[in-house]
């Protein structure tokens, strides 16, 4: 374990992001990102997800799952 990583920070990479919102994908969670449909920052060319905005977004839609098996669907 780093150091930084000693310290809880509410933000998460990509993968990190992925097993959080247990989306099974990178691409998948890249396809929210590209239709805007998930909260993120980027920093240095890194995306960075605010755990505190994902959680917000899952009650908002239910689950995490739900919502991109809708967009395959639509």
Do not use: C
């Not at 509410?10 to 969670?29: F, K």
């Amino acid at each position: 374990m780093t150091a930084a990583r000693a310290i809880e920070s509410p933000y998460l990479n990509a993968h990190e992001a992925v097993q959080y919102l247990r989306l099974g994908s990178l691409s998948a969670l890249y396809r929210l990102v590209r239709e805007h449909q998930l909260p993120h920052g980027r920093r240095g060319g890194l995306y960075l997800f605010d755990r505190r905005e994902l959680d917000a977004w899952v009650r908002g839609f239910g689950s995490a799952v739900e919502m991109v098996r809708s967009k395959r669907t639509a």
